[in-house]
């Protein structure tokens, strides 16, 4: 972990650490466990440090927040990383224990530590000095399992076998913490977890984990089935994901593969239009003030790109066209800027 760049992020509203880790020369960089609504956090760290994500990796389907890795993927074409035994739909990656997630000179060893769920996996450095434990270990506690396949006796032999084999020393990176702890080690939790220490067995384990009676997640019913489709809608005429402001967004990469039939809109101004960025091939300029007058022309049902400069008054097009009842509409995420940046890439590449 010495020379890798580390971020440890927090979510307040569901007590969720993210992390970002970095290849401090190739910039390369990952997030553990994004979370929705701090996705513009997240993004503005990633700018101002000049990182290119490679890489978001799901501890488990959360229950508790959508992850952002649906947005990030979108927005940043970073690929989308979960255990193969999480029964995810949609991920670039599904990892299994045993595997690695390089990015630049760093790697990330894959242990499977089921039990909180059955797709938990921990996250292990390289040099096996840190271990991003998700909810399988949490600082003198560890994820409930009384929901999403839970199982104690099978948590107890990830903690027990998998993590706490690592050196005493090793640093436990959780996902959560409600007490505003931050960071632990594995000899710390041999000693003091209440729940994991050495002098408790398995059933004594199994009893306490029993007796939680913990309340169900506030948003389970949305968390889940978002985190399920790895952060993406439920639309598939292109891959969509919504923004914790629950605007639809696609990415440049999907519209320079446009399926048939789907209108591009592009509501910069004429000037803009015409300008320095020039615009797509095959859209229709209709300037945002304008939108409206438009909306009797269209099909309700047919399917819509929207364009703009950066994405920000496309999102808004997007989101009143959904409002005006158009069923499949979606905002290019980062605009002509974003189509510019990526175009250069691909010739250079
Ligand atoms: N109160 C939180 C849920 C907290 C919760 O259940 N956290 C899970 C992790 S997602 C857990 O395993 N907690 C273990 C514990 O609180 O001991 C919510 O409504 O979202
Ligand atoms: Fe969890």
Not at 316 to 345: C, H, I, N, P, Y
């Amino acid at each position: 972990m010495t020379s890798m760049l580390f971020r440890q992020l927090f979510d307040p509203r569901t007590s969720t650490y993210t992390y970002l880790l970095a290849d401090e020369a190739t910039r390369e960089a990952i997030l553990i466990d994004p979370v929705l609504e701090q996705v513009e956090r997240d993004e503005a760290l990633l700018d101002e440090l000049g990182l290119t994500l490679a890489y978001t990796l799901e501890t488990h389907v959360h229950a508790d927040h959508v992850t952002g890795g649906g947005v990030l993927r979108v927005r940043r074409g970073s690929r989308y990383v979960v255990s193969r035994a999480g029964g995810t739909i949609g991920a670039d990656v599904e990892v299994d224990d045993g595997d690695d997630i390089v990015f630049g000179h760093e790697r990330l060893i894959v242990f499977a530590t089921p039990g909180h769920t059955d797709g938990c996996v921990t996250y292990v450095t390289a040099d096996r000095s840190a271990a991003f434990t998700g909810d399988a270990v949490l600082i003198r506690g560890c994820g409930r399992t009384d929901f999403q396949q839970g199982c104690a006796r099978t948590l107890f032999l990830s903690v027990r076998d998998k993590i706490f084999g690592l050196a005493d020393d090793a640093k436990i990176y959780p996902a959560h913490d409600y007490e505003g702890r931050t960071v632990s080690t594995v000899g710390e939790e041999k000693q003091h977890n209440p729940r994991l220490k050495m002098e408790i067995d398995q059933d004594a384990f199994v009893g306490i984990m029993n007796d939680l009676n913990l309340d169900r997640p506030k948003r389970i019913d949305v968390a889940m089935p978002a985190n399920l489709r790895c952060g993406m809608s439920t639309q598939d005429w292109m891959p969509i994901a919504r923004t914790s402001g629950d605007v639809p967004e696609v990415s440049t990469s999907s519209v320079a593969r446009l399926p048939e039939g789907v209108h591009l809109i592009d509501v910069r101004s004429r000037d803009e239009y015409e300008g320095e960025l020039g615009h797509i091939d095959g859209t229709e300029l209709v300037p945002l003030p304008e939108l409206s007058s438009a909306f009797g022309r269209w099909e309700k049902d047919s399917p819509y790109v929207v364009i703009c400069r950066s994405g920000g008054r496309s999102g808004k097009a997007a989101t009143a066209m959904e409002e005006a009842g158009f069923q499949r509409v979606a905002s290019m995420a980062g605009g002509m800027l974003r189509w510019r940046a990526e175009e250069a890439r691909r010739s250079r590449s």
